[in-house]
């Protein structure tokens, strides 16, 4: 994503949470992150899923599958 007004509204978002994102260009800058997101800026990814599948790690085991929109 590189919409200046989605970005913003993300980093608006994190800020919420407490990290203080702010957008530079087309993406994200901090003074600080998780040491595996490695050096600024950081980019906004969408996805749109249409399954999903879900897998059960405790008894009882089992699997789920979602689906969304059209297949």
Known sequence: MTDPAT????AGLYRELGWP?????SAFTAPYSAPSAG???WDLYRFTYTRVVGLSTAE????TLWRFGSV
């Open 7 to 10: 970005l913003e509204k993300v």
């Open 60 to 63: 009882p085991n089992g699997a």
């Open 39 to 41: 050096p600024p800026p």
């Open 21 to 25: 994102a702010r957008v530079e260009g």
